[in-house]
């Protein structure tokens, strides 16, 4: 079973960026697709960014699309979610995931970490 755990959230400014990262124990996990999410409180679940496991043909939500940023390191079993030009908006607490089948939405992913809590203030 594979048990992963973000970090790098934190309090930011609008304008600022953040690097949040996902480590993965357990097993490796570079013969799957990885993916990122967040929820606000009160909100869904809301898909952000999915990568394969060969690191290529990253897919990202509209709502995120130019800003953020997902990369892998197979070699450190890690993922990470670069992101710039932070918005109030974007204020939630962020999760990575694995998928186990086809699909971007909190259905076809799992093995979900704790989450780490990005705050912007504007």
């Known amino acids: 079973q594979v048990l992963l755990t973000e970090s790098g959230g934190g309090l930011v400014q609008a304008g600022d960026s953040l690097r949040l990262s996902c480590a993965a124990s357990?097993?490796?996990?570079?013969?799957?697709?990885m993916g990122w999410f967040r929820q606000a409180p009160g909100k869904e679940r809301e898909f952000l960014a999915a990568?394969?496991?060969?690191?290529?043909?990253?897919h990202y939500s509209d709502s995120v699309k130019g800003r953020f940023t997902i990369s892998k390191d197979n070699a450190k079993n890690t993922v990470y979610l670069q992101m710039d030009n932070l918005k109030p908006e974007d204020t939630a607490v962020y999760y990575c995931?694995?998928?186990?089948?086809?699909?971007?939405?909190?259905?076809?992913?799992?093995?979900w970490g704790q989450g780490t809590q990005v705050t912007v203030s504007s």
């Open positions: 995931a694995e998928q186990f089948q086809l699909g971007y939405n909190a259905a076809s992913f799992g093995y």
């Open positions: 357990g097993r490796t996990f570079t013969s799957y697709t």
């Open positions: 990568i394969s496991w060969m690191g290529g043909n990253p």
